[in-house]
């Protein structure tokens, strides 16, 4: 361990005018207060308190985040409390610390996929809680994350004392939320650390493995990475452009992952050596572009310039790949000192020191900017569910970013693999709502295309659209989900709302009573509902029986709400002299919710429960019938209409209707209606039993690559 006098020296290295007093008395505290307690190696505890704050110096941070990492474990694991932290060493020491200890307890990792139902849905939304306040520690103070990064890289490199499965709980937790995180806030080399520590963890095998091929590869080709350094270092100095060189192979997780990202084994990976180029000044940054590209060949479509789009947080730096010595594809990173300084602190940059005074660098972002871009791209609806959520976070947070511009010129900047759709309600959800269609380069495209750095984005909107059920298959950010989901609710609840009182009029004109507000009203506070709409969406999507508002609200008549069952009838709700029929214009499977609507002379016509014929026939209430699938008495064989979008490639057509059989569903028709040179357009009749069993064939058809959308025909055309 360090001592204090260690300490102060590496604080003083940047900042000569640090408080030394203050960091000799808290480390005296740390060491009482630690005092007698041991870490699983058999070192005394205090030795982990001051190594994380040994890794905060090399950030070159405030004396109060230094404090924080020397008292960070007091106010949890020992009589230490924040009043008397805050009498020693002040209001922001002692709220620092406090945020870390809250941080601590939080379990952030997810739930364990062997335990039950119950368990890991607790344990899920358990998570989904603790990554709000993770967020709101974020929001209050970027140093409490920067402290907790810290103390999590100090345990996952001393991880080995830890009990085996301990240590792959921990090394999963820093895979899924820490490493992430670091590389969203622009530390990149915390990042990558804390990954190739837990994969040492997760997949030692892996690791070692590419570990001996880098060996092998180094002595068959020699050192290639000093040979390229120097030949770097020539055209530089052939220019008279003073920069620096280095190079280094990628870490063990980064090629591991390119690895299975790309399918390829490891004699076919390119760009496994990375170089970068540090000079004085932007213009001299495009100068020694130019002279790796007069040198080597530019890879087609590698090259990204982050000077002239910079990352949120605040990231600046121009990657391009090059074929280089004996055709070895490598990565080359070009920037100026001060955006390497940034590229390393990343957010931290904001409170590093340099010659005892903030470093003023131009490239520094601010912390409560970059918190609140977050926050929205994020624009989570708080009804979100937990696994919502989730999501939402994990897409922001954690995936890469690409730009994007508007037809005017305006930067839009969205996560890796978003869509026109995303970038529609990254605008404006109101554009994302209203969005028919979109324009990439000039050239129209279907909504599901992924976007690509550069690419000008035009959206063509309409009046009367709405959001469709599949875009959330087609959307990529958080806040594109949350939107499509929030209108998909508002639009289904009054629908709901509307057939839910259709359905309590019918039952309860069966039983001789009267729907009155008074009667829903305290129905919905018997069955502990918000209100009577909230108990009406509830009939209407099914989750409640208006037979069981009947009987909950008059059980003397419960006998005569019953409803006659007859074996000859696949539902209930149905005089068994009553014919009854599926409508071919939605075709509802046993299973989905429905409705009966009476047709003169033809008996009732089942309608699934989003049909929209259902809308033009509000003002008939007369006609509805409150009906329900009689398990086991519903017809083997029922036929539904399938749309697909597959791409014209040799085989497509087979594959698609290889796994129709093999998911035992009976193909009786199939019309190709819009063949063009790229894609088809086809309509499919299949044969299926019920709703489980076409969710399974969706399932296979859109889990193949080729296949770009499949949907089920709602034809109105055919309506009774």
Known sequence: MITPDDLVALVRNYNPSCDEALIRRAWEYGESMHAGQMRHSGEPYFTHPVAVASILTEMRLDDATIVTALLHDTIEDTRSTYAEVERMFGHDVAELVDGVTKLTNLQLSAADPASGEGRRASAEAKQAENFRKLLMAMSRDLRVILVKLADRLHNMRTIRSMRPDKQLQKARETMEIFAPLAGRMGMQWMREELEDLAFRVINPEARN?????????????GDVIARITADI?????????????????KKPYSVWRKMQEKDLA??????????RIIVDDVSECYQALGLIHQRWRAVPGRFKDYISQPKSNGYRSIHTTVSGRDGKRVEVQIRTREMHEVAEAGVAAHWSYKDGMRAVNPFAIDPAKWIESLTQRLDVDKDEDHDEFLEHVKLEMYADQVFCFTPKGDVIQLPKGATPLDFAYAIHTRIGNATVSAKVDGLRVP????LRNGQQVEIITADGQRPQTMWIELVHTGRAKAAIRRSLREEDRERFVRLGRELCRVAFDKVGRRVTDKALDTAARTLRLKGANDLLARIGSEEISARSVVAQLYPETSTMAEVEVDASH?????????????ASCCQPLPGERMVG?????????AHAIDCPVLADLDNQPERWVDLRWLEGKHAAVNKIQLEMTISNSAGVLGRCCTLIGEQGANISNLVFKDPKP???????????????HLHRILTVLSAETDVAQVTRVRDLSLKP
Do not use: H
Request: no cysteine.
């Open 266 to 275: 490891f004699s076919r990976l390119s760009d496994i050596y990375g170089f």
């Open 233 to 249: 270092r020539f055209e530089l100095e052939k220019a008279n452009l003073d920069g620096t060189v280095y190079g280094r192979a």
């Open 209 to 221: 493995s590419i570990l001996r091929r880098f060996i092998t590869l180094q002595r068959e080709s």
């Open 678 to 692: 790229d894609f088809f357009l086809i309509a499919v009749e299949i044969e299926v039993s019920d709703a489980e």
């Open 597 to 605: 609507i009476t047709y003169r002379g033809r008996g009732v016509y």
């Open 447 to 450: 909504l599901w295309t992924r």
């Open 570 to 582: 696949p539902v209930m709700g149905l005089d068994k002299d009553i014919p009854f029929r599926r």
